[in-house]
């Protein structure tokens, strides 16, 4: 019995890993990292968009919504430079985006339009081209892989959901992907937050 169970499971994960292409593998990293910021983004009230904190070892960092633009500005920077294009906007004079962006609404927006772009350009990655040197986005940066360029979308949003979600709670507002299940999972379902739930799913089906 064992092992049937551990060949239909082997099977199941040939199938998918059958599908699985360079920019599906990429892609689906970038819409779980899309699954946590945008909701996030989202939660919090506008009047918390220009919290910074001020205890600790804080001084001089950005607000939630200058956290959620750099997020978007430097995704962009990264998805064109990985696409060998550049930036299908002005961008700004720095990593924090337009100066015209100011509301929530217009920095969501601003968030979402990015992950649409940086769709775009993993889409483009290839088994043939993931390895093929390109310029850097940022000053100083040697020619880097497309991939590896392309991760930086993915890797770079995490570690600024990570200051956004502390600014969240420091503001009463549980990140969404933290919250429990609702109460009519069934008890068999594991107890865990709503990102080991989507992980799970992403993992366990095939790309499409």
Request: glycine letters at 6%; hydrophobic letters at 40%; charged letters at 15%.
């Amino acid at each position: 019995m064992k092992k049937t169970i551990a060949l239909l499971i082997g099977s199941a994960f040939a199938l998918c890993a059958a599908d699985v292409t360079v920019a599906t593998l990429y892609d689906s990293q970038l819409k779980m990292v899309q699954g946590e910021v945008v909701p996030l983004a989202e939660a919090l009230p506008e009047s918390a968009y220009n919290f910074a904190p001020t205890q600790g070892a804080f001084e001089k960092v950005r607000t939630f919504g200058l956290q959620v633009k750099h997020i978007a500005t430097v995704m962009y920077m990264v998805a064109a430079a990985s696409a060998k294009e550049k930036p299908p906007l002005d961008l700004g004079t720095d990593e924090n985006g337009p100066a015209s962006i100011k509301s929530k609404g217009q920095i969501v927006q601003y968030l979402k339009d990015a992950f649409a772009y940086a769709h775009t350009s993993m889409a483009k990655l290839t088994a043939e081209n993931q390895l093929e040197l390109v310029p850097g986005p940022f000053p100083g940066m040697p020619p880097t892989a497309r991939a590896g360029i392309a991760n930086m979308a993915i890797w770079h949003t995490f570690d600024h959901y990570g200051q956004m979600a502390v600014y969240a709670r420091m503001n009463g507002v549980i990140p969404p992907a933290s919250m429990p299940p609702p109460a009519t999972v069934s008890r068999s379902s594991s107890p865990r937050s709503t990102r080991a739930t989507r992980s799970r799913n992403m993992n366990a089906a095939c790309p499409p």
